[in-house]
Antibody, heavy 123, light 106 residues
Framework: QVQLVESGGGVVQPGGSLRLSCVAS????????MHWVRQAPGKGLEWVAVASYDGSRYNEYYTDSVKGRFSISRDNSKNTLTLQMNNLRAEDTALYYC??????????????WGQGALVTVSS | EIVLTQSPATLSLSPGERATLSCRASQIVSGYVAWYQQKPGQAPRLLIY???NRATGIPARFSGGGSGTDFTLTISSLEPEDFAVYYCQQRSNWPLTFGGGTKVEV
């Protein structure tokens, strides 16, 4: 069955950096787009970024608030999705979910989710 | 950015009743709307995609409809496990966006 396991969360000071990873299993990782979606404590869902199935830089997209600070990447040989987060702000505090795209090639809907990695930005 | 406005914020119903949730987009999204269910402490679950297509394993009591800028999720007869928060999401334009959620409570 499909499994997505995030790691790398923690507490970091404003301006600091953190790297999240998501290891996938149970499906052919290299044929699906992968996303990061976050949820601030007690709040709704916010899409963060997408990496296309082949990791092409031309098909990376980000929500405006993280552009220039976050970078998404993937290693299809290791079934791993990564989110590098730099210059973190208090408003980045959230549970970060790794999510699989529903369709081969990309549909931008999310059919499987991990359990999340908690990122807390605080001094 | 396309803003999705969900209403009502909270829906108070009883098991067996019909629930109708609304999602309004700030511009036309061409039917590219999905619905998710989230229970406390759990990750969201995809229910409906492309307005009206049920995701794998989703019971038939969940249905979606709408067009243009106005979309609905209907739960025909609420089961105890359906009390949760529901989010709509659009994929028509970047960035992908979610609505603020509707809580269905007893």
């Amino acid at each position: 069955q499909v499994q997505l396991v995030e790691s790398g969360g923690g507490v970091v000071q404003p301006g600091g950096s953190l790297r999240l990873s998501c290891v996938a299993s149970g499906f052919t990782f290299s044929t699906y787009g992968m996303h990061w979606v976050r949820q601030a404590p007690g709040k709704g869902l916010e899409w963060v970024a997408v990496a296309s199935y082949d990791g092409s830089r031309y098909n990376e997209y980000y929500t405006d608030s993280v552009k220039g600070r976050f970078s998404i990447s993937r290693d299809n040989s290791k079934n791993t999705l990564t989110l590098q987060m730099n210059n973190l702000r208090a408003e980045d505090t959230a549970l970060y979910y790794c999510a699989k795209d529903r369709a081969y090639g990309g549909s931008n809907y999310f059919d499987y989710w991990g359990q999340g990695a908690l990122v807390t930005v605080s001094s | 950015e396309i803003v999705l406005t969900q209403s009502p914020a909270t829906l108070s119903l009883s098991p067996g009743e019909r629930a109708t949730l609304s999602c309004r987009a700030s511009q036309i999204v061409s039917g590219y709307v999905a619905w998710y269910q989230q229970k406390p402490g759990q990750a969201p679950r995809l229910l409906i995609y492309d307005t009206s297509n049920r995701a794998t394993g989703i019971p038939a009591r969940f249905s979606g409809g709408g067009s243009g800028t106005d979309f609905t999720l209907t739960i025909s007869s609420l089961e105890p496990e359906d009390f949760a928060v529901y989010y709509c999401q659009q994929r028509s334009n970047w960035p992908l966006t979610f609505g603020g959620g509707t809580k269905v409570e007893v």
